[in-house]
């Protein structure tokens, strides 16, 4: 008896949801098709007011910077907490990376993989560096630049091993990194309220678009948000590594 | 929308009905990582390669990559 009246229920909601779903898709414009402004006027803007190429990073960067600041410290306190919930208890101890598994012996290392990864590390950590340095130019731009720099360290383990990682992360210079990008986007982000200007507002000399220094202060946000990026995914990547690898329980002596 | 558009959109849709069919985490990452690589395809196809870029490190590598870790901390027997 319950079980049909939940059928029945179920039966009128959807019918109901489904015909006002079908109404709302039948009103949506056709695919592709914009109407709103603001992307227009941003791309009538953008060359003249910014000498920028890249609709999306002066947006991002400039129109509305604020939430980018915003957004920006929000991966950064993710990473620090992430970071923070996987450091080593007191209850834990560090010990090296062996293979735990006592039914199987490590297979040999492929010089195939190992050779891939030595093709791939360069070539992405090139990509990368491009990517961030013409973020106002190219589609790209810190975020999307950062994640690929620090991917050039993901194939550092994927070829080799935990290790071959650990020698990148060992110290605070990583961790350094991060907080450097985090704190310099910010601070350069407060330079203009020193001459009583809004905060974030492009006061640098904006070049000549197309130009690798030009459209202001984009270029060295760009710079700043792709080292916290980078920084920030790479430490991630070893955190949970060393988490899962290398952090066991403290045994009772 | 032409048919690749539509072919990368329907990807999309399967490979997310996928994500959401598998019930046991570990193959589940596995689905997840196919989802990300459709849909930095569809990216591709939509003209947005910086996000395709990300999406693959991200959608494909990083966050299955992060759920295969997790998962093996939290069922390893021998290492608790």
Known sequence: MR?????????????????????????????????GPYG???????LKLRQAQQGVAAVTFDYRGFDTVCEESILFAAVAGAMLLMRPQESEQLSDASDQASDRSLPAPVSAVIGCGVVMFPFTLLLGIYVVLHGHLTPGGGFQGGVLLASAFYFVYLSGEYADLLEYVAGHLVTLFKVAGAAAFALMAAIPTLKGHPYMLNVMPLGKAGELLSAGFLPLYNCSVGIEVAAGFLLLLSSFLRQVLAIRKRRPS | ???????????VALAGTGVVATRDPLLQSMAASFFGLQLSILFTVLQAPDVTLSEIVVGAVAIPLMVVLT???TSAKGAQ
């Open chain 1, 3 to 35: 079980q049909q009246v939940r059928i029945i229920l179920f039966l009128v909601a959807a019918t109901l949801f489904g015909a006002v779903f079908v109404a709302a898709m039948a009103g949506l414009p056709t695919f592709g098709d914009y109407r």
């Open chain 2, 71 to 73: 998962v093996a901390k």
């Open chain 2, 1 to 11: 929308m032409n048919l690749l558009q539509i072919l990368s959109f329907l990807m």
């Open chain 1, 40 to 46: 227009d006027l941003v791309m009538q803007t953008v």
